[in-house]
């Protein structure tokens, strides 16, 4: 049913907070991280929740897991629902800060912010990765095995890397990637649903 005023409502599926529960250890290792992401989007598919994208974000420098987030595209009617946009927003309303970076420049012991994904970011959500905050970005499978399967990733140009590199933020890639690339596969292979603009399909 269409939403009737101007409110707008993202929310995780009901199983998130559960799972939030039971994650709050620190996770000192990448491989660590991105684990998490993978499950999340394994998670997701399994529920039927939503398509094979997750994300979490993670304090550098204590391990700690902030916030997690998974695609929610056709259940929230919203196309800028994907894993990072969720995972990046929910930590941005958990810390009371819009701007995860925004303080770090006056202690040294401020914490900076990795996200971690299931896959390299789509056009959008590489958009919106300098604007938050994050200082680390860290991916699984590449954006070729999201395209693989009918996902469109949008116009990213391909220097996006060196792109956030110029604005401080590290990135690592490919960590993991056999294991998201299986989730991705598996959905495909389950027919799941490749919610692209008409715009995308239609070319």
């Known amino acids: 049913m269409p939403n009737s005023d101007q409110a707008i409502c993202l929310h995780g599926p009901s199983w998130l907070a559960g799972w939030l529960s039971n994650h709050a250890d620190s996770y000192p290792h990448s491989e660590e991280r991105m684990q998490l992401a993978i499950e999340l989007s394994a998670i997701n598919v399994a529920e039927g929740t939503g398509g094979p994208f997750g994300a979490v974000v993670v304090d550098m420098r204590s391990g700690r897991l902030i916030s997690a987030g998974v695609n929610r595209v056709v259940a929230c009617c919203a196309s800028v629902a994907h894993a990072e946009i969720m995972a990046m927003t929910a930590a941005q309303q958990k810390l009371g800060c819009f701007d995860l970076s925004a303080s770090t420049s006056i202690a040294s012991d401020t914490p900076v912010f990795g996200l971690y994904s299931s896959c390299e970011p789509c056009a959008m959500c590489f958009g919106a990765i300098p604007w938050s905050g994050i200082r680390h970005l860290g991916c699984a499978a590449r954006d070729g095995d999201a395209r693989a399967i009918g996902f469109d990733e949008g ?24 294991d998201a690339v299986g989730v991705l596969q598996d959905y495909a292979k389950e027919q799941g ?11």
């Open 193 to 203: 649903i490749i919610y692209n603009g008409r715009h995308a399909i239609e070319q």
């Open 155 to 178: 116009p990213k140009m391909t220097t996006w890397r060196s792109q956030l590199e110029k604005r401080s933020i590290t990135v690592e890639t490919d960590l993991c990637r056999a």
